[in-house]
């Protein structure tokens, strides 16, 4: 019992130093990646080639002054940083990250917990983050806020309905809402080839989710200043951020658990490189989200919603029935 | 149930507006009911100031007005003054006028296109529009020695002679810049968010642009087909060869192609005009106007009077009044000049461009969305220094 429970802090430990560390990175990551499109050089004196940037940010977020403005609802205010940052490193748990690695004789699964409604898990927790936009916007008392949270509590809501759907087609596929077994049921055909449909959907889903270009438009600094985190300062501020990136590499790898094989390679994927082939997929799709950031211009309000309602929304239903018609006749 | 409408308060602290332009909406939601300019932040009072300069000294005051496009500015008034004195100017300093003033629109619209994109969320268009930039203000320095405030064009023709590498210089810059904006538009034109954000955005008909005076690519892509380079040749404009491009949209994306259409225009102007650059003088021979060259004045006695008096006293234009209107980047850019014999303008009023643009702003905005408020401000493009002279 007590090795269990050894072996699952070790491996909580692990999983969360490294989301962690790939969000501080991821950062490091967008700025060089998006100045290499935008031809500049990104931070590069903070260490070799700015690798310590990261943690210089972090440390001037830590040490800045944390100002609670005088209109705020104080309570409301101080809670939405958290409920930014805690769901988003939260989903994580289900991910399997790689197959199994034999450490002393013993082998050991690589994801925290092997639950057998993941998909549920994942949907349940990472919608609890439209609160802390929907709390910041409205306790923050101001109004470019307020503007801001509406944006994006509505985009949230809304294409999280196609993104579900999306994902349930996937479940229809491989019968299980448990992600171990639709990673091992890719064993042979990966579904963005069986459901690449479901594919386009998530991703672009995935996108407007995590409010990342061109759906940045509840912090579309043009229009709205920041959007819902204006009034934060320091690492209240800095748990929207953080939060914003684990949401990414959350989205991503759901991307790759569900339509990419999650850790199957396409050759030999066993222990380390299980989970070196976990990380370029999940790679390949933050790379995607700074491409996109780096070319295209922002939707508008409206825009979106009709995006989101009348096209991803039908064209995902479809995707289920046409899915579902399939299966029931195989 | 009765309902409230918001008031925001855009700026003049605002990533968006270009400057210190305040934007007060009522907003229903994401609607626009009323938007209305709130300008004066920056006012920095240079038409008042003029009256206490000595005519040459007002030069450099302009190239602060419109600070993307300093060398339209200082060509307006350099006109406006040489109508005054009636003073012929050298083909080669006309002609050296005309390609740096095309230039000139080439800088403004560049800056442009990358902040209206940057607005509109296509972030990577800012950096390459400023970096093509980059070779123009390098031209602005090689002739003058600055990179924004040139002040390079003087009353009588240019403040020195060309430098000798200008036509290579100058050629190697227009080589690029096709390429480069065809790049743009490989971005944007087609692009399909770019499209729903400014095909129907911000509709101003031809009726009510000419009624609030509204000149420029605004004007001309409302279907309007008027150009003062074309209209009222001025700076042997009509020695060259170019198109006015037009569009009868009258929205965002209509404005967008005019200007981006202008700017390959603007290309071949600038390659006619070094093309065909005449040898000669780079100023008038007026003595006791133009200041004599440096090189003389160091050597000769009556070049060094000559230089003395102008710097200290001026030079006293026949009393009267004139009124000469270029074509700025940004519109019909005006310098009425009021002379009362003294070597000060007794009045110097501009008529600003983006001013009388920007009055248009609520006829942009109305009934659209929050979102198209950055879309017309960006596309009326707007230098506050100009609108608050």
Known sequence: MLEVAIISVIKVVFVFTALLTACAYMTLIERRV???????????????????????????????????????????????????????????????????????????????SNLNVGVLYVFAVTSIGVYSIILSGWSSNSKYSLLGSIRSSAQMISYEVSMGLAVVSVVLVSGSLNLNQI????????????????????????????????????????????????????????????????????????????????????????GIISMLWFAIKVFLFLFLYLWLRATTPRFRYDQLMSFGWKLLLPLAILNVLVTSAVVLII | MKTKTMTLNMGPQHPATHGVLRVKLDLDGERVLEAYPVIGYLHTGIEKTAEAKLYHKVVPLTDRMDYLAPMSNNLGYCLAVEKLLDMEIPPKAQWARVCLAELTRINSHLVWVGTHALDI??????????????????????????????????????????????????????????????????????????????????????????????????????????????????????????????????????????????????????????????????????????????????????????????????????????????????????????????????????RPPSFINLSSLNKLCKGGFLSDVIANIGSVDIVLGEVDR
């Open chain 1, 34 to 112: 998006v100045a290499r499109f935008q031809t500049r050089l990104g931070p590069i004196y903070t260490g070799p080639n700015g690798l310590l940037q990261p943690v210089a940010d972090l440390v001037k977020l830590l040490f800045k002054e944390d100002i609670i403005p005088e209109h705020v609802d104080k309570k409301i205010y101080m809670i939405a940083p958290l409920a930014a940052f805690i769901p988003a490193t939260l989903s994580i748990v289900v991910i399997p990250f790689g197959s199994s690695i034999t450490i002393f004789g013993r082998e050991i699964d690589l994801v925290l």
């Open chain 1, 183 to 270: 990673v091992a049921h890719q064993a042979n055909l990966w579904h963005i080839f069986s459901q690449p449909v479901a594919f386009i959907i998530f991703l672009v889903c995935g996108i407007a989710e995590t409010n990342r270009a061109p759906f940045d438009l509840p912090e579309a600094e043009s229009e709205l200043v920041a959007g819902y985190h204006t009034e934060y300062s320091a690492m209240k501020f800095g748990m929207f951020f953080v939060g914003e990136y684990a949401n990414m590499v959350t989205v991503s790898a759901m991307a790759a658990t569900l339509f990419l094989g999650g850790w199957q390679g396409p050759g030999d994927s066993s």
């Open chain 2, 121 to 350: 969320g296509a972030m990577s268009m800012a950096l390459y529009g400023f970096r093509e930039r980059e070779n123009i203000v390098h031209i602005y320095e090689l002739v003058s020695g600055q990179r924004m405030m040139s002040s390079y064009f003087r009353i009588g023709g240019l403040s020195k002679d060309l430098p000798e590498n200008f036509n290579e210089e100058v050629r190697k810059v227009l080589d690029i810049l096709p390429s480069r904006i065809r790049e743009y538009e490989d971005l944007l034109t087609n692009n399909r968010i770019w499209r729903n954000r400014t095909i129907g955005v911000g509709k101003l008909s031809k009726k009510e642009a000419l009624k609030s005076s509204i000149t420029g690519p605004i004007l001309r892509a409302s279907g309007v087909k008027h150009d003062l380079r074309k209209a009222i040749p001025y700076s042997s404009y009509d020695k060259f060869d170019f198109d006015i491009p037009t569009r009868t949209g009258g929205d965002v994306f209509s404005r967008y192609e005019v200007r981006v259409e202008e700017m390959y225009q603007s290309i071949k102007i600038a390659q006619q005009a070094i093309d065909g650059m005449p040898e000669g003088d780079w100023a008038a021979n007026a003595p006791g106007v133009v200041s004599p060259p440096k090189e003389k004045v160091l050597n000769e006695m009556e070049a060094l009077i000559f230089h003395f008096k102008i710097v200290t006293e001026g030079f006293h234009p026949p009393k009267g009044e004139t009124y000469v209107g270029i074509e700025s980047p940004k519109g019909e850019i005006g310098f009425y000049i009021v002379s009362d014999g003294s070597p000060k303008p007794h009045r110097m009023r501009v």
